[in-house]
């Protein structure tokens, strides 16, 4: 019973800690910067250098670093990581921050149990009640995405192979289409589903379509055979390249950034079981500290039961050089 209430204390903290996510959040990760209902900023666990690839739900708590795949889903599960910390500890402390007397050495003082009492439970009904909204409406958008990706795709005509940012990167448009002077990447899940566009703009500017799913959705290159590999990387450029240059790449699937590394790794084997051989090929951010293409594309691989890859650079490639694609393109102009 003790581990019980232990665990229903900690869920009790999480909650009244949501109800302070706005200054909270901001406290535990003061160099960031909030976007919408979203706190973005750099992860000091592996010494990003500026913020971008971990966020945190201000309306929910849900937390996740899109470089690393690490993940949770709450702000004590969030303190617990920064610090380094076990959750009891985590919760301690925030307990102590915010008031509470849930998890503190001594007992709670008897005239004020009721009103405190009456605190938490409001605090929880009211995290479970933003849980749900947020659900609800992440829901919303991504159906709204998903029916806008549709009436995009369908009304656009075939990518011109003579595009700008196809002609840099030196590969074919592999089916893609084209709106205006902007490529269209066509995202799915394992079961084929139209989810989400990726929107290529000839400076190479990317973009998803706001709201839309990308976790766990990627773009297809090829067909998917039985007993045969089927690779994973991040970019559409990558895959392109893997594809065509790559003996045995007849399947690509583009995950489009490390954090959807294995995500997209684990969907694949969900779908296809252990009749392919799942190769991520990996990007190589030499210049970047920790190398999170590399962290993102073995933690895929361990995950998800595959081999992994990355670019095997010659004497004399350039460091700023990280995925095959950039390989390839350097190659050809030597």
């Not at 009436?151 to 940012?165: C, F, I, K």
């Not at 694949?268 to 079981?273: E, H």
């Amino acid at each position: 019973m003790a581990d019980l209430r232990t665990v229903d204390a900690i869920r009790t903290v999480a909650a009244v800690a949501l109800q302070h996510a706005d200054h909270l959040v901001p406290e535990l990760l003061p160099e960031g910067a909030r976007k919408g209902a979203e706190w973005w900023a750099r992860n000091p666990t592996r010494g990003d250098r500026s913020a971008g690839s971990f966020s945190v739900s201000l309306h929910s708590g849900r937390w996740h670093d899109f470089a690393s795949g690490d993940s949770g889903g709450d702000l004590v599960s969030l303190a617990a990581y920064l610090w380094g910390a076990r959750q009891l500890d985590a919760a301690r402390d925030l307990a102590r921050r915010l008031g509470l007397d849930v998890l503190a050495d001594h007992a709670p003082d008897c005239a004020a149990s009721e009103q405190h009492r009456q605190r938490l439970a409001h605090a929880r009904a009211e995290a479970e009640r933003r849980s749900q909204r947020e659900a609800a409406g992440k829901l919303t958008r991504q159906q709204r995405a998903a029916a806008l990706a549709a009436q995009q795709w369908e009304t656009a005509g075939p990518a011109n192979p003579r595009h700008p940012y196809l002609t840099r990167k030196d590969v074919e448009p592999h089916g893609l289409r084209q709106s205006g002077d902007v490529l269209l990447v066509p995202l799915r899940t394992a079961a084929g589903e139209l989810v989400n566009l990726q929107r290529i703009r000839p400076d190479g500017d990317k973009r998803f379509l706001p709201g839309g799913a990308v976790l766990g959705a990627f773009h297809l290159l090829g067909e998917v055979h039985p007993g045969g590999l089927l690779y994973v990387c991040e970019g559409w450029a990558t895959g392109a390249t893997l594809h065509e240059q790559y003996e045995g790449a007849g399947a690509v699937a583009c995950a489009m950034n490390a954090g959807n590394l294995r995500p997209v790794a684990l969907a694949l084997r969900a779908r296809y079981g252990h009749a392919v051989e799942l190769v991520i090929a990996g990007d190589d951010d030499r210049q970047t500290e920790g190398n999170p293409g590399r962290t993102a594309a073995n933690a895929a691989a361990l995950a998800a039961w595959g081999l992994v890859m990355f670019p095997e650079w010659p004497a004399g490639a350039p460091l700023e050089l990280s995925d095959f694609n950039d390989l390839h393109t350097w190659e050809a102009a030597q």
